[in-house]
């Protein structure tokens, strides 16, 4: 990380302590248009018009209470913007009444709410260190008008630039906010996503259900698209791997080795050798991830065999968004 921020280095650290000071999301617009959204009181986004957005106030003052729970890093990241704590992401109860504080595993509190010993939401979160609204709450979300997605995430689709009959391959479909967008800007392409387990494609084909989204999604390790489905002379691949993730934000902590970084470089350049397999000449990738450092991005995609045509970083103590990276390759 060094190597990307210099001096900047730790400026790119504090800004991972807090979110964004916008909360995004993308309008379904295959389902309903700009009213659903503007009836909850959400802003346009400047650059997308499918994007849009609430602001995240704070960092807010919390009293720290004597009953506290204490839960798992993601939980505490999602409590510190509001969200509700269930069990879960529950690591120690020591609570002697209903009023209770949220405390993350590394002591950090990010949040007091109402304790539910009998149910399945253990903390119904009252106030947080940050405020914004409760996005799984939303029945517009439930229903699909609505898809909780960052605006980093956002650009993926709109580089990967979807034409009428084409066939799109999107290789780490879970949970579907690119492959769905891609569809949602051009339903007359042919999108097809993977994932490896059974599980998570079951989940995903109920949620493209949802969205009225009519992409095909198939177990299968993204790996090996060639050898295990024959699948050749493919227009367009998304490459959104497993990444160390050192851009998403907030953070309460976070420990990576310099092997993990290694071992993701490694598995990443595994879907970049599968999509030149199934690409046609001059076929295009578009990879990203949600982390920042080189050897997870630049180093994947330099590639003899792809002509580099695109590269854009966002950097949240820049750009106000997730740290992120997208790479645009063309097949030679």
Do not use: W
Not at 14 to 24: D, F, G, H, I, K
Request: glycine content about 6%.
């Amino acid at each position: 990380m060094r190597e990307v921020y210099k001096t900047c280095l730790n400026s790119f650290l504090e800004s991972l302590r807090r979110p964004n000071s916008r909360l995004y999301f993308r309008l379904n617009t295959v389902k309903g248009d700009e009213r659903i959204a503007y009836s909850l009181g959400l802003n346009r986004d400047e650059d997308l018009e499918e994007a849009f957005y609430t602001n995240i106030s704070g960092p807010n003052k919390l009293e720290l209470l004597d009953s506290r729970i204490i839960v798992d890093k993601r939980t505490a990241e999602s409590a510190m913007v509001g969200s509700n704590v269930y069990r879960p992401g529950v690591k120690r109860i020591q609570a002697k009444g209903k009023e209770v504080s949220v405390i993350s595993e590394n002591g950090v509190h990010v949040a007091n709410g109402v304790y539910n010993p009998y149910s399945s939401l253990v903390v119904n979160v009252t106030e947080s260190l940050y405020k914004t609204i409760k996005v799984s709450e939303l029945k517009e979300v439930k229903e699909g008008y609505i898809i909780s997605q960052g605006k980093a995430s956002m650009y993926v689709a709109r580089f990967v630039e979807p034409a009428p009959g084409e066939l799109i391959v999107d290789m780490n479909a879970f949970p579907g906010g690119k492959l769905s967008h891609v569809y949602q800007l051009e339903p007359r392409a042919r999108v097809i996503g993977f994932d490896h387990t059974e599980k998570k494609v079951s989940r995903l084909r109920e949620y493209l259900r949802l969205l009225g989204i009519k992409a095909e999604v198939f177990p299968g390790d993204s790996r090996y698209l060639y050898e295990d489905f024959g699948i050749k002379d493919v227009d367009k691949v998304i490459i959104d791997p497993p990444c160390s993730a050192l851009g998403v934000r907030p953070k309460v902590y976070d420990q990576k080795r310099r092997e993990d970084l290694f071992t993701f470089k490694s598995y990443q350049k595994q879907f970049l050798n599968s999509a030149y397999k199934i690409l046609k000449k001059g076929g295009t990738v578009v990879y990203s991830t949600c982390t920042v450092t080189i050897s997870e991005n630049e180093e994947v995609v330099n590639d003899p065999r792809f002509e580099l045509e695109r590269i854009v970083r966002f950097h949240p103590n820049l750009h106000d968004l997730t740290g992120f990276f997208i790479a645009v390759l063309r097949k030679r």
